[in-house]
């Protein structure tokens, strides 16, 4: 008969990274959609400069979401996997300045 503890240690630790790694990968296509529809305020008529700049603004923040992702993503394909305490960080902080410029886009 075989023992359960065994078959606990013996599980991939792969997997788990390999889940996580997909989940960076669904919340990059998440901001890209939310880039696509703050970039849609940029072709309403009558958009100012201050909406150009917000949404400029808004593109930066999705540029920095996709590649601190894309870091995130290559950490945890490494082996071992590499912590991402800084990299949770600093993706939890853009993402908190562009829900900020979204909110304002919308004020405008």
């Known amino acids: 008969m075989s023992d359960p503890t065994a078959a606990a240690d013996e599980r991939d630790a792969g997997v788990s990274a390999e ?8 919340t990059g296509l998440s901001a890209s959609v ?5 970039l ?14 917000m949404v400029a603004a808004a593109l930066l923040g999705w540029a920095m979401l ?11 394909r490494a ?3 590499r912590p991402g305490q800084r990299t949770v960080r600093a993706y939890a902080l853009v993402t908190v300045a562009l829900a900020a410029t979204g909110t304002m886009l919308v004020m405008l």
Do not use: C, K, Q
């Not at 939310?34 to 703050?38: P, R």
């Not at 940029?42 to 958009?47: I, S």
């Open 34 to 38: 939310v880039a696509v529809l703050m």
């Open 66 to 76: 996709v590649g601190i992702a894309y870091r995130r993503a290559r950490g945890l």
């Open 19 to 26: 889940r996580t790694g997909l989940a960076w990968r669904r």
């Open 40 to 53: 849609r305020h940029a072709f309403e008529p009558g958009a100012g400069s201050a909406i150009f700049l």
């Open 79 to 81: 082996w071992p996997p």
